[in-house]
């Protein structure tokens, strides 16, 4: 087929919208608009008079009209239509005698074994006596150069040729053996030996299948056909229950538990990264995202193993097992507390392991259960592959919305529990191994075949290494052929027996189809970008939901990890409304290609990070407000007795022209989100404080408390000052919000009592609504208990971080002390302060019970119900009732987790345009041989995106999470807009037609890319070649 030579331009030719693809095959036939979508409906309904799901259409109203409405179409115009026989070839055709050529073939869209979709297309002689390929799908119609070749290429692909002809023709259009001819509701009548040729499928459309030919052959020595026993295709429930290859349950099964288990794990790692491994905010980001670029590295690995030596099932065996491996070693590492010697090592090696494992199996699955179904039950593959994606769904959904309610759990004594989360995906890891193993004897296991990746990389170096030897090529990947020789190649000697060509070169093909995708490789430029930002979802993006008020309402959380579940819910509602609502729409407007859906997409993925950014800025404000380096800032709390009531007036040369007031039992701290600026901000280094005091008519009563505090600071740090009736003392803060994702405030304790140096043990303890305070301690409920010990797990550790004497002039105060205590995460409620006795919790001892745990009340309740402050609790007065003063360092979250809902229903919708739309353009636009490479590539990309969080992360360029969106939404507008010049200027859509097709679809599947794509898209990839060459096409043909 010549691409350069320009069709006649008294052409009729329609264009392909929607499924209207036997709609534009007759009318291209007719070489005139003689039908329409509304004449071709009322012809479904005289077939058949129901409106919904019409057997002979598709039931979304969509087009998809099958063989029986073709018939009845041509009918009315006065043609015949007759099928040809595909054991014969087109040397059999009197062609003087045939009217035009009507082809059906399988769709070469990605989503063909979900949808069973076939596509319709026309080829007519012209008056220059050539033929021509009216395709649809084409731009323009293109020459046949050989049409002998091209009729017997796809008869050898299995596909069908319906011959149009006058009714005077129909029976003189096939020389010996003479073909049955089709008919339909007052047609010629059909051969009884032949009447099951057409499938009236019910749903979408429907199928031509031959089921009695399967295994016929053609004696041409004596011109006639050899039967071979029918080969019937299960159609009903219970045919298909009884066909069915019960294997495939446990590929289902093992599908539905490995995807349980890699969510599960994965939604609760990064806090697990952040709360037990006490990695930072970047390093937890480092090591998340940089497990998902080993994820997205490995399959290409499993792929070569399972195509290039050993096989799916042994892959997939063997693997798995490593993979449980992996999850054990992490789940019981998590068993251990964050001081074990163990972390972070084992855990790391964990997920290494994890990597590998679910990197492995990912290209082998699907593809492995499509290999236990025979020839003839495409249905039964097509309900397989649906039943597979929705396990797949189910498992990634049901797993990210438990593992969160898992984590927030306490266990083993502490107050959440990570081997739980961690520990349930891998038992279902082993439950999958188990349950794949199960069906081990009755698998159909095909060999290893050559591998693809080896023969790409091959062809390449050899191609550079001839370069400069032989013949000048135009493409450098053409000097492979100058050192190839096809009568040594037994690749070449095989398609040459096979075509019965003997100018064929398998060589030279296989280097088309490589510089195809590397044309297709260039269109791979936006694609990482996505990822990075799409990939932020489990890590940036559940840090910001850290900060956010997790309250929906009383007592019920929307914890942090569990927003993934939403992404999970959106995606499978949203695919449906889009092909069946906003794709029609859209297309009525404006044509819908794939490259134009990722240019939409990747814009929306920009103004996902637009609205994350917005929402970013409002959360920086209720975050702490930390210091430049050089700098210090210092909370001053007033802790002087209630009696007299006095207001503290303090000032220091280092904040010259500042004074400072300092209400009763108040502090003054910096709260962006009021817009209240009160610490004192000094340069780090030494500090002096004055104090005076305003007591009102009491002021003779402040002779006794302190009048200076001298000090020093460290640059970057908050400072908190507290003034007591014994003295002044200041020390540092841990201003950090709790990461532990079940909405924690942060507290430390000071004991600043009057008459006892307390350095002892105390503990949190919830107060029910009953208001009892006595023996409600309760060490084994981590959540209702929290404690502040010193000297425990062996020595090895103490909450008792610090103790301070007083700056005062009292006399008295001489020989005091603050014990100052660690901040630590306490989760909302009531709580009252208890002295405790004994330890309550220690490494090598069991949590103690009520009755065993040694409390004394001290009559101070704590009520805090707002989520992420930063508080100081300090009592003073007497040991026996003392007073509580509150300390205020970092404000409560008040930003609503909800506000989160935006930016995750956008990056959605821009997953729908971008990723699901991009897989199938990769995959189209790729050479049958190439395509398991291709979808190997794409599977690449998520690595590299990944790669670019991972590395802004570990250099810690931001310190501005709001600048940090900003900036990746401005690097996906700026890599989008050179997207969209490269499909203006660069890229031409290359369709194959059936002398090239070969489909391998099912053997590289990306889970977690398309796994939720369930549905036929509605720009379904047909057969056609480049529109290269065609260059008075309008710029927007090739966008």
């Avoid at 990210?400 to 081997?419: A, E, N, V």
């Avoid at 050192?483 to 003997?502: G, I, V, W, Y």
């Avoid at 910001?544 to 009383?554: P, T, V």
């Amino acid at each position: 087929m010549s691409s350069h030579q320009k069709p006649p331009l008294s052409f009729y030719h329609e264009r392909q919208e929607r499924q209207l693809c036997l709609l534009h095959a007759i009318n291209n036939l007719l070489q005139k608009k003689a039908f329409t979508k509304e004449s071709l409906d009322k012809i479904c309904l005289t077939l058949d008079d129901r409106n919904w799901f019409n057997p002979h259409r598709s039931m979304l109203g969509l087009g998809n009209y099958d063989v029986n409405v073709l018939i009845t179409a041509l009918g009315e115009q006065g043609l015949s239509v007759s099928w040809f026989d595909n054991r014969l070839r087109s040397d059999s055709i009197v062609m003087d005698r045939v009217t035009g050529y009507i082809f059906n073939k399988q769709s070469t869209a990605i989503w063909y074994y979900l949808t069973k979709s076939r596509h319709w297309f026309t080829v007519l002689r012209m008056m220059d006596g050539r033929y021509y390929n009216l395709d649809s799908k084409l731009s323009r119609p293109q020459p046949i150069d050989d049409f002998h070749s091209f009729i017997n290429d796809h008869l050898d692909k299995g596909n069908e040729v319906l011959l149009i002809t006058k009714p005077e023709n129909a029976e003189s259009c096939i020389s010996q053996p003479k073909v049955s001819r089709v008919k339909i509701s007052g047609f010629a009548e059909v051969a009884p030996e032949e009447s099951s040729l057409i499938d009236k499928v019910r749903g979408y459309g429907s199928t031509m299948r031959r089921s009695t030919l399967g295994g016929d052959s053609l004696d041409r020595e004596k011109n006639e056909v050899v039967r071979a026993p029918p080969v019937h295709q299960p159609e009903t429930w219970g045919e298909m229950f009884k066909a069915w290859p019960k294997t495939t349950l446990c590929i289902v099964s093992n599908e539905f538990c490995e995807r349980f288990s890699y969510y599960g794990m994965r939604t609760v790692l990064t806090l697990y990264l952040l709360n037990v491994l006490k990695f930072n905010d970047n390093i937890s980001t480092v090591f998340f995202n940089g497990f998902t670029v080993l994820c997205y590295l490995t399959p290409m690995l499993g792929s070569i193993i399972a195509d290039g030596y050993i096989g799916k099932f042994k892959t997939i065996f063997f693997v798995s097992i490593i993979y449980a491996a992996g999850q054990i070693l992490l789940a019981f590492s998590s068993i251990k507390n964050s001081e074990s010697p163990i972390h972070p090592y084992l855990d790391l090696a964990g997920l290494v392991i994890i990597a590998f494992g679910t990197g492995g199996i990912k290209p082998c699955v699907a593809s492995f259960g499509g290999d236990q179904f025979d020839k003839g039950q495409e249905r039964m593959l097509s309900l397989f592959f649906s039943v597979f994606y929705f396990s797949i769904n189910a498992g990634s959904m049901i797993s990210t919305f438990i593992s969160p309610l898992l984590r927030s759990k306490s266990c083993l004594g502490q107050d959440s529990c990570y081997p739980m989360a961690f520990g349930i995906p891998a038992v279902l890891m082993i439950v999958a191994t188990v349950v794949f193993m199960l069906g081990s004897f009755a698998y159909k296991k095909p060999p290893p075949k050559e591998n693809v990746f080896a023969e790409v990389f091959h062809l390449m170096k050899k191609a550079v290494s001839n370069k400069g030897k032989g013949q000048k090529r135009n493409h450098w990947l053409e000097y492979y052929l100058n050192t190839h020789t096809c009568e040594s190649d037994p690749k070449c000697l095989e398609l040459r027996r096979e075509k019965r060509n003997k100018k064929l070169c398998q060589k030279a093909q296989l280097v088309d189809d490589v510089r195809q995708l590397l044309r297709v490789l260039v269109m791979f430029l936006p694609v990482p970008v996505f990822w990075a930002l799409y990939d932020q979802q489990g890590s940036v993006w559940l840090i910001q939901a850290i900060q956010m008020d997790c309250h929906l309402w009383g007592s019920t959380l929307l914890l942090p990890d569990q927003m993934q579940t939403l992404n999970a819910v959106l995606i499978l509602a949203f695919i449906p409304i889009f092909q069946v609502i906003v794709y029609p729409i859209v297309s009525k407007v404006i044509k819908l290609t794939p490259l134009r859906k990722m240019i939409a997409g990747g814009v929306i993925a920009s103004a996902a990070f637009v609205i994350s950014g917005l929402v970013q800025v409002q959360v920086n404000k209720t975050l702490p407000n930390l210091p430049d380096d050089g700098r210090s800032y210092i909370s001053i709390l007033n802790a002087l007795p209630m009696n007299p009531n006095c207001t503290i007036i303090a000032t220091t040369p280092q904040a010259p022209g500042n004074t400072y007031k300092i209400f009763q039992n108040t502090s003054i701290y910096d709260d962006n989100y009021k817009e209240v600026d009160g610490t004192v901000k000094i340069n780090s280094g030494d500090v002096s404080f004055s104090f005076t005091y305003n007591c009102g008519s009491d002021s003779d009563k402040a002779s006794g408390y302190p009048q200076f505090l001298n000090g020093s600071t460290e640059s970057g740090k908050i400072y908190s000052l507290v003034v007591t009736g014994l003295g002044a003392y200041m020390v540092e803060v841990v201003p950090d919000k709790p990461t532990e994702g079940t909405g924690e405030f942060s507290l430390s304790l000071n004991l600043a009592l009057d008459d006892d140096n307390y350095m002892g043990h105390i503990a949190l303890c919830r107060i029910a609504k009953d208001n009892k305070t006595e023996k409600i301690c309760d060490p084994t409920h981590p959540e209702d208990f929290y404690y502040y010990e010193v000297e425990y797990n062996d020595g090895k550790n103490t909450d008792l971080c610090n103790v301070l004497s007083y700056s005062s002039p009292r006399p008295e105060s001489v020989g005091k002390y603050a014990s100052i205590y660690d901040f630590k995460p306490v989760r909302p409620g009531d709580w009252g302060i208890y002295y405790l006795g004994n330890l309550a919790k220690s490494v090598g001892m069991k949590s103690l019970s009520k009755d065993e745990v040694n409390t004394t009340f001290t009559g101070v309740r704590l009520s805090v119900g707002a989520q992420g402050g930063v508080y100081v609790i300090t009592l003073g007065g007497p040991k026996a009732n003392p007073v509580k003063y509150v300390s205020k360092i970092v404000p409560d979250n008040v930003i609503s987790i909800l506000w989160q809902v935006p930016q995750i229903v956008v990056i959605t919708v821009a997953e729908i345009l971008f990723s699901i739309t991009g897989y199938e353009f990769a995959y189209s636009q790729a050479a049958p041989s190439m395509k398991a490479l291709v979808q190997a590539l794409w599977l690449l990309t998520t690595a590299v995106g990944d790669s670019i969080i991972v590395l802004i992360a570990a250099l810690n360029i931001f310190s501005d999470g709001a600048l940090q969106a900003f900036v990746y939404a401005g690097a996906m507008l700026a890599i989008i807009g050179v997207f969209t010049l490269l499909s203006i200027f660069y890229y031409d859509y290359h369709y194959y037609t059936g002398h090239e097709e070969v489909d391998e679809t099912g053997e590289f599947i990306d889970e977690d890319a398309v796994s939720l794509a369930n549905a036929k898209d509605t720009f379904e990839i047909g057969n056609g070649t480049s529109n290269k060459g065609f260059s008075s096409d309008p710029w927007d043909e090739h966008f």
